[in-house]
């Protein structure tokens, strides 16, 4: 588990708590934090000569509001040498741009999003490091600063994990 873990949230497979969090005011809102990043398992090798490395993100709202649907980003940067880019996330069941959640994130619930990083192969054997936002803007040029999510804290949806992309 990577970054600052939020008082009212737990990891996916701890035993759900609920928190006293304090009296709701008309301006509590939702806010989206990454709890988990993990990338575990083989990679895939495909014909296209793509290779497909598993991720998987655990996001959880540490506000007092609903979050509606969310887009999610994956960004990679390759530490040597130093080269920063958007690398497709694809999550099953949903085609092209980026992933998107499906409903309502409930206060104080997680979403477990699992899917694959697509990486050309020759990335093998690099040392990569890839931050995960929630709700993203990245295509949405006509949306508010927010996005999608208005929230208690914009500044705390990205998180970051770092590997060595693995060879076939």
């Not at 290779?51 to 007092?64: A, F, K, R, S, Y």
């Not at 887009?71 to 996330?89: C, G, H, N, T, Y």
Request: proline share 8%; hydrophobic share 35%.
């Amino acid at each position: 588990m990577l970054g600052a873990r939020s008082p009212y949230c737990q990891a996916a497979d701890e035993p759900r708590k609920f928190f006293r969090l304090r009296s709701l005011t008309a301006d509590d809102l939702a806010d989206l934090v990454i709890i988990e990043i993990k990338s575990e398992g083989p990679s895939k090798p495909q014909p296209s000569g793509q290779t497909l490395v598993p991720l998987e993100v655990v996001i959880c709202n540490q506000g007092h509001r609903s979050a509606q649907a969310f887009q999610i980003i994956a960004e990679a940067r390759f530490l040597f040498p130093s080269v920063q880019e958007f690398v497709p996330f694809l999550l099953q069941g949903q085609e092209g741009g980026q992933p998107f959640t499906t409903g309502f994130l409930e206060p104080g619930e997680n979403t477990r999003i699992t899917g694959f990083l697509q990486f050309d192969t020759s990335a093998q054997g690099q040392r990569i490091e890839v931050t995960v936002e929630a709700d993203s803007c990245v295509g949405d040029s006509s949306l508010p600063d927010w996005c999608r999510v208005p929230e208690l804290d914009e500044g705390n949806n990205r998180s970051t994990i770092e590997f060595i992309f693995p060879r076939d």
